[in-house]
C-alpha cells in the first residue's frame, strides 16, 4: 500500500485500484500492469467497469515551467546559518518572488524545516538576516489536534467571515473535501483530515507568503492531487508567493515555480541553495540522489528508471534528470 504514485510505479508489478466514497464504502477493481493502473487512475475512468470516478483527468507538463519570467522580490535573505548543538544549517543568499511557488526537496534532517521556522519568525538565525516586510501563513510538520471545538468553529476563529463564504467554499473546503467536516470535534480527526483541515486553515488566512511543510503527509495519491491544484490555484489566483516542503516528486511537479535544493550530512550539517528555476533544481537533486526520470507517453507523469538501464545512463550523460524528452536526448 503506498500513496506516492512514483514509488508506487518503481516497486509494483501489478496494482490493485480502489475507488468510493471517503468514510462509505470501497470498491477494488481488477488488477492491472502498475503503468495502466496509474495512467487509469490518473484518467478516473475505469473502462472495462465502466466507471467514473474522477471529474478531472490528472496529467503532468514535459517541460519545466518558464523561468525567464519577471517580477518584484517579495523576501531576500543573506547567507543564513543556524547552529544547535551537532548541527548547522547553511543558506546561501536568495529571494523569493512575489507570484512564485517554491519547491523545497532533500534529505530528512538537512534544515529545511529549519529554514522554514526562520522565514516564519519561529526561530532567529545565528547569522544573516531576512530582508523585507510581509505577512506569513505558516503550516507546519507536526500537526496537533489541541483546539477544543468543531472545524468549523476553527475556521471562523482563524479567517472569520471567510470560513462561511461560498468563495473560501468553492476554491478550498470542497476540493479539500473539508466542507464535509465542518461539524466534526477536531479532536476525532484522523491524521489526513487534520492535514487537509491545516491546509486549508494555512490558505484562509491573509498573506503575503505561505509557508507549508510537507502538507502531502497523512495524504493518500487522490487528495495530494487535489491538494497540490488547490494550493496552486490560490497562489496564482491571489498572487501570492507559496513555500512548499514535501519529498513527493509528482506533488512537487505540479505545484512549484522553482526549487529549493538542500544537501548535506543529515543531522549533522545541512546546506540550502536556490530557487532555482525548475529544470536546474530538478537536475541538483536528483544528481545527488542518481535517480533519473523518463516520462509517460500518455499522461506525461515522470517515471523513474532502472539504475543502469539505457535510458538511465542517455539521460546522466545529457544531464537531463527530469525533463529530458526525445530532442533533448538527440540534441547531446
Not at 93 to 118: D, I, Q, S, W, Y
Not at 178 to 191: F, I
Not at 249 to 267: K, Q, R, T
Request: glycine share 10%; aromatic share 8%.
Amino acid at each position: 500500500v503506498e500513496h506516492d504514485l512514483a514509488v508506487l510505479d518503481f516497486l509494483a508489478d501489478t496494482v490493485f485500484l480502489m475507488y468510493g466514497e471517503e468514510g462509505a464504502y470501497g470498491i477494488i477493481a481488477q488488477p492491472r500492469p502498475v503503468r495502466t493502473a496509474i495512467n487509469v487512475y490518473l484518467g478516473g475512468y475505469l473502462k472495462e467497469e465502466n466507471i467514473r470516478f474522477r471529474e478531472r483527468e490528472i496529467r503532468f507538463d514535459v517541460r519545466p515551467p518558464r523561468a525567464d519570467w519577471k517580477a518584484e522580490t517579495l523576501v531576500a535573505f543573506d547567507e543564513l546559518t543556524k547552529r544547535y548543538e551537532g548541527f548547522e544549517l547553511v543558506v546561501h543568499p536568495g529571494h523569493l518572488r512575489k507570484g512564485e511557488v517554491v519547491g523545497v526537496v532533500g534529505p530528512n534532517a538537512t534544515g529545511k524545516t529549519t529554514f522554514v521556522k526562520m522565514l516564519a519568525g519561529e526561530e532567529a538565525p545565528t547569522s544573516g538576516a531576512v530582508q523585507g516586510k510581509w505577512q506569513v501563513s505558516y503550516k507546519p510538520q507536526y500537526l496537533e489536534a489541541v483546539y477544543e471545538g468543531t472545524v468549523g468553529d476553527l475556521l471562523r476563529s482563524a479567517v472569520g467571515k471567510k470560513a462561511d463564504s461560498g468563495h473560501f467554499e468553492t476554491e478550498i473546503l470542497q476540493p479539500l473535501k473539508v466542507k464535509g467536516m465542518m461539524e466534526r470535534d477536531v479532536s476525532t480527526l484522523s491524521g489526513g483530515e487534520l492535514q487537509r483541515v491545516a491546509i486549508a486553515l494555512c490558505l484562509g488566512r491573509d498573506a503575503d507568503i505561505y509557508l507549508l511543510d510537507e502538507p502531502s503527509a497523512y495524504l493518500d495519491s487522490n487528495q495530494r492531487m487535489e491538494a497540490a491544484r488547490t494550493i496552486r490555484r490560490v497562489m496564482e489566483r491571489e498572487a501570492r508567493t507559496g513555500l512548499i516542503v514535501d519529498h513527493d516528486v509528482y506533488f512537487l511537479d505540479m505545484v512549484s515555480d522553482s526549487l529549493m535544493v538542500f544537501s548535506g550530512e543529515p543531522g549533522r550539517r545541512g546546506v540550502g541553495e536556490g530557487p532555482f528555476p525548475m529544470r536546474e533544481g530538478m537536475n541538483r537533486f536528483l544528481k545527488m540522489v542518481g535517480i533519473t526520470f523518463r516520462r509517460d507517453a500518455d499522461t506525461n507523469r515522470p517515471r523513474i528508471n532502472k539504475l543502469d538501464s539505457r535510458l538511465d545512463r542517455e539521460q546522466k550523460s545529457a544531464g537531463e534528470y527530469y525533463y529530458a524528452t526525445e530532442e533533448t536526448l538527440e540534441a547531446s
